[in-house]
């Protein structure tokens, strides 16, 4: 049995993770961690949990978490990940950090984009865990960087058809929708009911941090720099992400390619499901599991390839994919407690 701790398990992602591993076969939940509701049960805060989740939250401690679990998943606001992951490491334990502290091998990029790092020597060793695609690395690591929810969504459709250079890297543009729970629980303005509810609207364009996210993996797997411009958008749901991408052809291109492509690609992984012509994906279809919904349309009077990608903000886009990166590092099948049943409302 797999012992598993959640540091930070009181926020919208933390709380799937507890969520999650409550019903995973192989793990045994033994410590959950939050600065403002530490001394208070987990069902107390989270009232649907009544019944199967008891454990008293703690204030995070090196010693303590480390002596509790032999995976610790941190969802932590940036910056504190990286400095309790020394410890964790050095100890021997793994972990899976929800962050993005540990999601860029460079710490002038990481830096560039959020803050100074306190821990660039694990850098080199971490791992960007985007299971369908580096799963083999995410295997052998001891360290992994959980990718964000909107490069989740529109890696997986890009990154096959970057490999089998399909499309022109110089003209990709992803426009994203995100359900509101991707701003975090802390309360603000911006997410107030008023603001967001009949409400839809683009925020961050073209200067979100994500983007750097995405064009860094992109650029790895094209060999060369690539960059993408990528507009985000508040929808007033819930939970959700829908992304569309537009891209060029780099040559002759035909949807049956595309489709060759994507099919060959993903055989074998479970959890991304091409979506038939004409039948585009959709967030509801997706609500509360770990799948990534793909589908596409070639415009080939315009040359254009557009493709669209459905996950769940707080499952593929966070809780899922960190227990899917869980799975492969203790060599279990990767769907192994991930196959909740989507709902059909």
């Known amino acids: 049995m797999i012992r598993a701790a959640v540091a930070g398990a009181t926020g919208y992602a ?3 993770l507890v969520r999650l591993l409550t019903g995973h076969p192989a ?3 033994t410590m959950i961690t939050s ?3 530490a001394g208070q049960r987990f069902d107390r805060v989270f009232p649907s949990m009544a019944g199967r989740v008891d454990l008293v939250l703690e204030e995070l401690d090196d010693d303590r978490i480390c002596a509790a679990a032999d995976i610790i998943f941190t969802a932590l606001p940036h910056k504190l990940p990286m400095k309790v992951a020394p410890e964790i490491l050095k100890r021997g334990r793994k972990l899976v950090d929800l962050s993005a502290d540990f999601r ?6 990481y830096e560039a984009v959020y803050q100074p790092h306190a821990s660039p020597e694990l850098l080199k060793e971490s791992v960007y865990g985007l299971s369908e695609v580096y799963s083999s690395e995410i295997a052998a690591a001891g360290l992994v960087g959980n990718p964000g929810c909107y490069p989740t969504s529109v890696l997986l459709p890009l990154v096959p058809l970057i490999k089998d250079g399909l499309v022109d890297l110089n003209d990709i543009v992803s426009d994203s929708k995100s359900g509101v729970s991707g701003a975090g629980r802390s309360p603000s303005l911006a997410v107030h009911h008023c603001e967001v509810n009949e409400s839809f609207k683009a925020y961050k364009v073209a200067v979100h941090r994500h983007a750097p996210e995405m064009e860094t993996v992109l650029s790895r797997e094209a060999g060369r720099p690539v960059q993408i411009t990528f507009v ?11 992304s569309t991408i537009y891209a060029r052809p780099s040559g002759t291109l035909t949807a049956q390619m595309v489709q060759d492509c994507l099919t060959a690609f993903f055989a074998g992984r479970p959890f991304v ?21 793909i589908g596409f349309v070639f415009d080939a009077r315009n040359q254009r390839l557009i493709l669209m990608s459905a996950i769940d903000n707080l499952g593929k886009g966070a809780a899922g994919q960190a227990i899917q990166n869980m799975n492969l590092m203790f060599g279990l099948d990767e769907t192994t407690g991930l196959y909740q049943i989507p709902s059909a409302l």
């Open 14 to 16: 933390g709380a799937e």
């Open 27 to 29: 793990v045994q939940l």
């Open 35 to 37: 600065r403002q509701f």
């Open 104 to 109: 860029f091998n460079e710490a002038g990029v």
């Open 232 to 242: 985000p958008h508040l929808v007033p749901m819930t939970r959700g992400m829908l």
């Open 273 to 293: 499901r091409m979506r038939p012509p004409g039948a585009p994906p959709d967030t509801l279809h997706v609500r509360g599991t770990n799948y990534c919904d």
